[in-house]
């Protein structure tokens, strides 16, 4: 698996544990939901800035969207 595909699930997953919308998301990561769609599907290349404002917005450490799930 890709690392744009592995960060894409980690954010839905956190997402979905937080229960936002992707429009919530992206509002409090100051993104535009399409971005964050992009993201969650694994077509977007997110910078280490994106990543850092999407795990601020869900919570959790910048780590956490990049750990492979076993």
Known sequence: MD???V?????KRYREMKGISQEA?????DLHR???S???RGVRNPTV??????ATA?????CKLLEMQG
Do not use: M, Q
């Open 25 to 29: 998301l992206a509002f409090d990561a």
């Open 34 to 36: 399409t971005y964050v």
């Open 7 to 11: 960060v894409g699930r980690n954010v």
């Open 38 to 40: 992009g993201v969650e």
């Open 3 to 5: 690392i744009k595909s």
């Open 58 to 62: 869900l919570g959790v450490e910048p």
């Open 49 to 54: 800035l994106i990543v850092a404002k999407l």
